[in-house]
């Protein structure tokens, strides 16, 4: 079982950064996809960003160019640089793994986080 905690989600006003953090209760980053999703009220929970086991990367649509995931292994830390935060990037962030490949699918992901709430004014 895969525990995941996330961190440093908060509020800021348009135009700012947040930088969110994930820990993992055990080693999973180098084999797992390692993936960001969001939730805003009333909306579906929505991929943002993933990284693969081989370091793949992918990024929605709304997020490219203005989000950076990374990881550190030896820390078993996951890490989501937020910049240039849009009123409409408020939402509930979760980080998630999966024992497989990368996609899009939130039910796809067996572990979840509680998430960070990111607001954006």
């Known amino acids: 079982h895969v525990q995941l905690v996330e961190s440093g989600g908060g509020s800021v006003q348009a135009g700012g950064s947040l930088r969110l953090s994930c820990a993992a209760s055990?080693?999973?980053?180098?084999?797992?996809?390692m993936g960001w999703f969001r939730q805003a009220p009333g909306k579906e929970r929505e991929g943002v960003a993933s990284?693969?086991?081989?370091?793949?990367?992918s990024y929605s649509d709304s997020a490219e160019g203005r989000f950076t995931i990374s990881k550190d292994n030896a820390k078993n830390l996951l890490y989501l640089q937020m910049n240039s935060l849009k009123p409409e990037d408020t939402a509930m962030y979760y980080c998630a793994a999966r024992d497989g490949n990368c996609n899009w699918l939130a039910g796809k992901y067996g572990f979840w986080g509680q998430g960070t709430q990111v607001t954006v004014s």
């Open positions: 990284i693969d086991s081989d370091g793949t990367i």
């Open positions: 055990r080693y999973t980053y180098s084999t797992y996809c």
